[in-house]
């Protein structure tokens, strides 16, 4: 087998099984998906997909895995956390295949909590003997399968405000999936490349600006309610308690806000040849898409 991949019936790895798809790739690919994976999607593509079943978070799925296949290269987009299961299972098995892992850029967040384990996972990859790219995105948008941005469209279009907490002046720059996928799809074309990453999006913005250019997209003014940092963290507290994954808002994600979180990404523009669209480009095909689909008004 030439290649495994993780991850692939989620946002971005459906776009690289896309793309892969797109460029005719004669490879045999394996995509290792959980039982309860929906993989209609991976069905229509004209790709030779064998599908592994398992949890890539656990010993005896990569055991098994690793027991009949030898994979030129893994991508494993599906959650860094399972990188010590795979580099263990791959170190048992004497395998080194080139590895292109997704990282975040939350590994450079202040706060240690959220970041540390980040971090000493990312320690555990430079050990890695064989070839690695470790790609680290900030946040993802893109569509309404994105974590982020899609509900704070919806929530603007629905109700024509949105809360601020603190001053809301901290950078963001978020980037599409698209762009992402299209780095991993290059990581694995370039096996040359080695080392960290961060891919970011082509425009930084305060938090604010994002709301502005929001409303502009949508058309509609989106007022910005100013309310104090503590606030937020109480309420999104509380949202998580009831709604768990449906909340809109996480509490880490308040909390973060504090920080700015725009990183250049001049070393995957020089290696990966990654120049990723503005935003105001990105989110305006977000917003259509959304439209088209109805979760929006038109
Ligand atoms: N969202 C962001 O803003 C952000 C920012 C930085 C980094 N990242 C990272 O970027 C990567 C891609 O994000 P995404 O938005 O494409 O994620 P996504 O849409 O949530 O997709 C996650 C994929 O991983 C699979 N998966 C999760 N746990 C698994 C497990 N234990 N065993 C096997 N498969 C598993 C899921 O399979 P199912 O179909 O079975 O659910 C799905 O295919 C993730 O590693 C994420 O942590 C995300």
Not at 243 to 248: A, I, M, N, Q, Y
Request: with cysteine; proline share 5%.
């Amino acid at each position: 087998m030439d290649l495994i991949v993780t991850g692939a019936t989620g946002l971005v790895g459906s776009l690289l099984l896309q793309y892969l798809d797109k460029i005719n790739t004669n490879i045999e690919i394996g995509c290792l998906l959980r039982p309860t994976s929906d993989i209609s999607q991976l069905t229509q593509l004209n790709l030779k997909i064998k599908y592994l079943r398992g949890d890539s978070f656990t010993v005896k799925t990569w055991q098994e895995i690793l027991s009949q296949f030898c994979p030129k290269t893994i991508v494993h987009i599906a959650s860094i956390r399972h990188i010590p299961v795979i580099m263990d299972c791959l170190r048992e098995a004497g395998q080194n295949p080139r590895l292109v892992v997704i990282g975040t850029t939350g590994v450079y967040s202040k706060y240690n909590q959220y970041s540390r384990e980040y971090r000493v996972i990312e320690n555990k990859i430079t050990e890695y003997p064989g070839s690695y790219s470790l790609l680290r995105p900030t946040m993802i948008y893109g569509s309404h399968r994105d974590k982020n941005l899609h509900k704070l469209i919806k929530f603007c279009d629905r109700y024509g405000f949105f809360p601020v907490f603190g001053a809301g002046d901290n950078l963001i720059q978020p980037v599409h999936a698209e762009d992402l996928a299209q780095a991993i799809l290059t990581a694995l074309q370039r096996p040359h490349i080695q080392g960290a990453y961060d891919l970011s999006g082509g425009t930084v913005v305060t938090f604010r600006e994002l709301l502005t250019l929001v409303g502009k997209l949508l058309g509609k003014p989106v007022r910005q309610i100013s309310l104090p940092l503590n606030a937020g963290v109480w309420s999104a507290t509380i949202l998580e308690n009831i709604l768990k994954e449906r909340s809109p808002v996480r509490r880490e994600q308040i909390l973060r806000l504090q920080e700015d979180k725009a990183y250049p990404h001049d070393a995957a523009q020089r290696d990966l040849d990654f120049f990723p669209r503005t935003l105001e480009e990105g989110l305006r095909q977000e917003v259509e898409l959304m439209r088209s689909l109805g979760m929006i008004s038109s």
